[in-house]
Nanobody, 124 residues
Framework: QVQLVESGGGLVQAGGSLRLSCAAS????????MGWFRQAPGKEREFVAA????????YYAHSVKGRFRISRDNAKDTVYLQMNSLKPEDTAVYYC?????????????????WGQGTQVTVFS
């Protein structure tokens, strides 16, 4: 069992940056693959980025590649999402998720643990 708590969301002008954090507690954080998803009003929750257990492997949705960066600090039981060059279409609730499945995971049903979400709003 692992509990996830996101923070760092907020209101930002287009072109700006935000850094989301996700603090984990419970079982050994370093054994989980981690991911970030987002859900805009009226839309399905979609994959944003994922990182393997060691932090060495990452994968991004096409829409954020080159602008967002996922990383993790296993010593702090925390995963981060650095978001740069933000656009209004990035507005959504962002969720952190943990998976016990090995490797990079991009599907919602591969993640068994979810945080409560943090709102990111980008205005033009």
């Amino acid at each position: 069992q692992v509990q996830l708590v996101e923070s760092g969301g907020g209101l930002v002008q287009a072109g700006g940056s935000l850094r989301l954090s996700c603090a984990a507690s419970g079982r050994t954080f370093g054994t989980y693959a981690m991911g970030w998803f987002r859900q805009a009003p009226g839309k399905e929750r979609e994959f944003v980025a994922a990182v393997g257990w060691s932090g060495g492997n990452t994968y991004y949705a096409h829409s954020v590649k080159g602008r967002f960066r996922i990383s993790r600090d296993n010593a702090k039981d925390t995963v981060y999402l650095q978001m740069n060059s933000l656009k209004p279409e990035d507005t959504a609730v962002y969720y952190c998720a943990a998976s016990t499945v090995l490797g990079i995971r991009t599907l919602k049903n591969e993640y068994g643990y979810w945080g409560q979400g943090t709102q990111v709003t980008v205005f033009s």
